[in-house]
């Protein structure tokens, strides 16, 4: 299958227009979920499928080790290649390589200055400017203030980005609003455009669109992550 086709064919196609076309330049997207349902996977795939396209992506991590994101890498990718006949699949896998950067901090000592100064020392030494951002473990939005928020967005306006980030829902005792969205991040929702909820449910992980930028009225798409190989589908 050529690379267009590939790209076509893609499920995230399907998500792009449930969200208004994407996320968007300069604008703040987060997954929910409880703990190891599949946000990584998820954002990955996300990262994997802008790759696919020839665009930038960053990936920050303060939850797991260099190698680790990269074996996750190749294991989304490989999986994508196989669900959608891709040919050529080595060239594709070092494109993807070289367009892609992977930051790990220590979560304890990360920051937004760290954050830029890896980001200009990218820019000045390697010519790397990103198209989308995942940041993966961080802001923890329960320790984050809206000053912290706000940086982030403006990196991704100044970047002209977009930035992924994820946080956990718990079963019980998490105070919630009436969508499902945690207190700690619905007091931010004027700087975030996209929410994304992952419901494990039988078989599979339900992907369920909280808000999508400033429209009421949401897309219900029957989309889902497969439980075997955590890549998005829809049924």
């Keep these: 299958m050529t690379e267009k ?15 208004g076309g994407g996320l968007g330049t300069g604008n703040l997207g987060v997954v929910l979920s409880r703990p190891g349902v599949g946000k990584t996977a998820f954002l990955i795939g996300l990262a994997v499928d802008q790759l696919l396209q020839g665009k930038k992506v960053l990936y920050i991590s303060t939850k797991e080790p260099v190698d ?10 490989h999986s994508m290649a196989a669900a ?3 040919s050529s699949v080595p060239q594709r896998q070092l494109k993807m390589e070289r367009n892609r950067h992977i ?3 220590n979560r304890d000592f990360f920051s937004l200055e760290k954050l830029e100064q890896s980001a200009t020392f990218l820019k000045d030494a390697a010519g790397f400017v990103p198209d989308m951002v995942i940041m993966d473990g961080t ?20 970047w ?6 994820s946080a956990n829902t718990h079963r019980e005792g998490q105070d919630m ?10 007091k931010y929702d004027e700087l975030v455009d996209v929410i994304v909820h992952l419901c494990p449910e039988s078989e599979h992980i339900r992907v369920r669109i909280t808000k999508e930028h400033s429209n009421e009225e949401i897309a219900q798409v029957q989309m889902e992550l497969d439980a075997a190989t955590m890549l998005l589908r829809w049924n």
């Design 160 to 165: 002209n980005a977009e930035v992924w980030t």
């Design 84 to 86: 959608l006949d891709a």
């Design 5 to 19: 086709s590939m790209i076509e064919r893609s499920p995230i196609r399907i998500f792009d227009r449930a969200i």
């Design 68 to 77: 680790h994101i990269h074996h996750f890498f190749d294991e989304v990718f």
């Design 177 to 186: 609003d009436e969508r499902g969205v945690p207190n700690a991040i619905a």
């Design 139 to 158: 802001p923890r939005f329960s320790k984050s203030e809206k000053w912290e928020i706000e940086g982030v967005r403006k990196l991704a306006a100044e």
């Design 103 to 105: 930051l790990v901090y």
